[in-house]
């Protein structure tokens, strides 16, 4: 979405918004996304919108990562987190020593903590065991990956202040955003994200929808089913893929784009083709998809991935190292037209190797 058509740099939140969410785990890596489909996007356009302007929003959302949303959106997918609720499987709380009443507390509790306030992790710890004195619940909140806080985001009660120094803060998002509306209904939430995806990464199998949204495939099916004549089941190379009726002759009208891209670690349209054999090929997966849940930056071309790319900051320059899957299925001239876009914000190359 936005790769071969790309929007000027006040469009940020319509690339939030059309690709159902930046992943943001590594700022960075959310910025470049930003900048492979904005032109003339300012490096510090995306602190910005988080903060300033507010057009943006960050909290964890899908797969429990942290993404930078529309703030717009925000209601919609928290009201359709209640699909993948794990806290209340047994085996979440024997994991965690902790029980789904004490969750459900927190998720209640917590955004009572942040009322009017903007908190660090340890004073929005501080303040929830003052009213609680749950030592589980005080044990998670103060945990490195913040697995309560994850929950109680993914629900809308909490999302990212600005930072105080090194220290993330945290706040009410009904309170933080200057646009807020009640989150809907569960099934009229999840047909809409069901929608909102296959728009930006149709055509779709069920088990790519399940993998992005983080639940399971016969849950995916189901909200399929649901949607009925607005989505068709049509042969994707040989997969059954899903796409919205409305797009069926856009697709069919779509001419192959040939141009050579680099795309950022985490990007959208890499985490949404695993496990798409056609978009990366499967012997080269575990290079793209490495372990630790982390994805490679990658070179396509024509919507495929044909290598992977690294690049390094050094005092005379950033080095770019271009590792193809195969021989010369891009060029030196192709390589260093794609890092255009985003080299403002990784500095000036000073080397550029291909092998």
Same mark, same amino acid.
């Given at each position: 979405?936005?790769?071969?058509?790309?929007?000027?740099?006040?469009?940020?939140?319509?690339?939030?918004?059309?690709?159902?969410?930046?992943?943001?785990?590594?700022?960075?890596?959310?910025?470049l996304?930003?900048a492979?489909?904005?032109?003339?996007?300012?490096?510090?356009?995306?602190?910005?919108?988080?903060?300033?302007?507010?057009?943006?929003?960050?909290?964890?959302?899908?797969?429990?990562?942290?993404?930078?949303?529309?703030?717009?959106?925000?209601?919609?997918?928290?009201?359709?987190?209640?699909?993948?609720?794990t806290?209340?499987?047994?085996?979440?709380?024997k994991?965690?020593?902790i029980?789904?009443?004490?969750?459900?507390?927190?998720?209640?509790?917590i955004?009572?903590?942040?009322?009017?306030?903007c908190?660090?992790?340890?004073?929005?710890?501080?303040?929830v065991?003052?009213?609680?004195?749950?030592?589980?619940?005080?044990?998670?909140?103060?945990?490195?990956w913040?697995s309560?806080?994850?929950?109680?985001?993914?629900e809308?009660?909490?999302? @990212?202040? #600005?930072?105080?120094?090194?220290? /993330?803060?945290?706040?009410?998002? $009904?309170?933080? %955003?200057?646009?807020? =509306? +009640?989150?809907?209904?569960?099934?009229?939430?999840?047909?809409e994200?069901?929608?909102?995806?296959?728009?930006?990464?149709?055509?779709?199998t069920?088990?790519?929808?399940?993998?992005?949204?983080? @639940?399971t #495939?016969?849950d995916?099916?189901? /909200?399929?089913?649901?949607?009925? $004549?607005q989505? %068709?089941?049509?042969? =994707? +190379?040989?997969?059954?893929?899903?796409?919205?009726?409305?797009?069926?002759?856009?697709?069919?009208?779509?001419?192959?784009?040939?141009?050579?891209?680099?795309?950022?670690?985490?990007?959208?349209?890499?985490?949404?083709?695993?496990?798409?054999?056609?978009?990366?090929?499967?012997?080269?997966?575990?290079?793209v998809?490495?372990?630790?849940?982390?994805v490679?930056?990658?070179?396509?071309?024509?919507?495929?991935?044909?290598?992977?790319?690294?690049?390094?900051?050094k005092?005379?320059?950033?080095?770019?190292?271009?590792?193809?899957?195969r021989?010369?299925?891009?060029?030196?001239?192709?390589?260093k037209?794609?890092?255009?876009?985003?080299?403002?914000?990784?500095?000036?190359?000073?080397?550029?190797?291909?092998?």
């Open positions: 979405m936005h790769l071969v058509r790309r929007l000027g740099p006040r469009s940020l939140r319509r690339v939030a918004r059309d690709l159902g969410g930046i992943q943001a785990q590594v700022h960075s890596a959310a910025q996304q930003c492979v489909r904005l032109d003339g996007l300012a490096p510090q356009a995306v602190e910005n919108a988080l903060y300033k302007g507010k057009t943006l929003v960050k909290t964890w959302m899908m797969r429990g990562t942290i993404h930078y949303l529309d703030p717009n959106d925000l209601p919609v997918w928290a009201a359709a987190s209640a699909t993948r609720r806290w209340n499987k047994p085996y979440w709380q994991a965690f020593g029980t789904a009443k004490d969750v459900q507390a927190a998720i209640e509790i955004p009572q903590a942040l009322d009017g306030a908190l660090t992790r340890e004073a929005l710890a501080d303040e065991h003052r009213i609680t004195r749950s030592a589980a619940l005080d044990e998670l909140m103060r945990a490195g913040g309560i806080l994850k929950i109680v985001a993914a809308g009660g909490l999302c @990212f202040g #600005p930072n105080e120094g090194r220290n /993330v803060t945290f706040t009410r998002p $009904d309170q933080w %955003l200057k646009e807020w =509306r +009640e989150p809907p209904p569960l099934e009229e939430a999840m047909k994200v069901c929608k909102r995806y296959l728009a930006s990464h149709g055509p779709a069920r088990e790519e929808l399940a993998r992005w949204w983080g @639940f #495939p016969p995916a099916t189901r /909200v399929l089913t649901r949607l009925e $004549d989505v %068709l089941l049509i042969d =994707r +190379e040989g997969d059954n893929a899903y796409i919205l009726a409305g797009d069926l002759s856009a697709l069919d009208a779509a001419k192959k784009d040939n141009r050579v891209r680099l795309l950022p670690m985490f990007d959208a349209y890499t985490l949404a083709a695993l496990p798409h054999n056609s978009v990366v090929p499967k012997a080269r997966r575990n290079e998809y490495r372990k630790g849940a982390w490679s930056q990658v070179v396509t071309r024509g919507g495929r991935v044909v290598g992977v790319w690294t690049h390094e900051r005092a005379n320059g950033t080095v770019i190292d271009v590792n193809l899957f021989r010369n299925s891009a060029s030196k001239a192709e390589v037209a794609a890092l255009t876009p985003i080299t403002p914000f990784i500095g000036d190359v000073a080397k550029l190797s291909i092998a």
